[in-house]
């Protein structure tokens, strides 16, 4: 059940996914895009099923050990005998990277968003959200790593859901 939102998204990821290798840097200083598949274990008390989601991320590797990235996942959730919702993400975090020039190159997350969360009934709402996560960036050349990420997010005021996401994505860095 696609709506306006979800179809906005699409395009600017399918955009942004064919543009990559043009905009794929090689380390410090330089930019990366990541197109990724999540799993997006949300709040029980959102009463929605747990669902998949397309994510995009452009980032800027500040230096050899700071990263900062925009992100933009879109996900379209079940209702559990109410409404079903789509979600679209937008958001900023900072990335800690440790063993940059290694094959295998782990790193920490902080970050804020905005979700907005468009319902079948016609309503929308729009939250700020807070993340803290984990992941790993698994080089196989100087230009492209794949991307394992947990990210913890939470609503700040409102509702106070709290997700727990999971994400696979290969990063052209």
Not at 51 to 77: K, L
Not at 88 to 102: H, I, Q, T, W, Y
């Amino acid at each position: 059940m696609p709506t306006r939102i979800l179809k906005r998204s699409w395009l600017a990821l399918a955009t942004l996914a064919l543009a990559a290798p043009a905009l794929a840097g090689d380390g410090e200083g330089q930019i990366y895009v990541t197109p990724a598949w999540e799993f997006v274990d949300d709040d029980k008390d959102r009463n929605v099923e747990d669902t998949n989601a397309a994510s995009i991320t452009v980032g800027y590797a500040y230096t050899d050990r700071w990263n900062v990235e925009a992100f933009a996942p879109t996900a379209s959730f079940s209702g559990l005998g109410v409404n079903g919702q789509d979600h679209l993400e937008l958001g900023l975090n900072g990335l800690a990277v440790f063993k940059r020039d290694s094959m295998i190159s782990p790193f920490l997350l902080a970050g804020i968003s905005n979700l907005g969360k468009d319902f079948d009934n016609g309503n929308d709402d729009d939250l700020l959200n807070a993340s803290v996560g984990a992941g790993v960036f698994l080089s196989t050349s100087d230009r492209f790593a794949f991307r394992l990420q947990y990210r913890h997010r939470a609503e700040l005021g409102g509702t106070e859901f709290a997700d727990n996401i999971y994400s696979v994505g290969l990063q052209f860095a």
